[in-house]
């Protein structure tokens, strides 16, 4: 099993920048980052693969957005630049065994309790 600890969230202002980062047991494939604002569903907000050269983003996060990985430490980053008041919610660190994982939430099998990140505007 893995466990994966997320850091970083906090309260910024509108326009700031904020650096996510999760801390796995061991090595994984796929990984993401999802987010669930109150009264929304949990969404994908960035995929990398196994070798950090396959990323895929939202919409609303692309150009602003980067994930990363440091497989030499277990570690997955989400930097955040830009930030907006909709961009509000609590983001969840998640981790695959398979390389096939993609953006739904059941691709995933592992889970942090998350970090909350708050922009004000």
């Known amino acids: 099993q893995v466990q994966l600890v997320e850091s970083g969230g906090g309260l910024v202002q509108a326009g700031d920048s904020l650096r996510l980062s999760c801390a796995a047991s061991?090595?994984?494939?796929?990984m993401a980052w999802f987010r669930q604002a109150p009264g929304k569903e949990r969404e994908s907000v960035a995929v990398?693969?196994?070798?950090?050269?396959?990323?895929d983003y939202t919409d609303s996060v692309k150009g602003r957005f980067t994930i990363s990985r440091d497989n030499a430490e277990n570690t997955l980053y989400l930097q955040m630049n830009s930030l907006k008041p909709e961009d509000t919610a609590l983001y969840y660190c998640?981790?695959?065994?398979?390389?096939?994982?993609?953006?739904?939430?059941?691709?995933?099998?592992?889970w942090g309790q998350g970090t909350q990140v708050t922009v004000s505007s």
């Open positions: 990398i693969g196994w070798s950090g050269h396959s990323t």
């Open positions: 061991r090595a994984t494939f796929t």
């Open positions: 998640a981790a695959s065994n398979s390389p096939y994982s993609g953006r739904f939430r059941n691709d995933y099998r592992y």
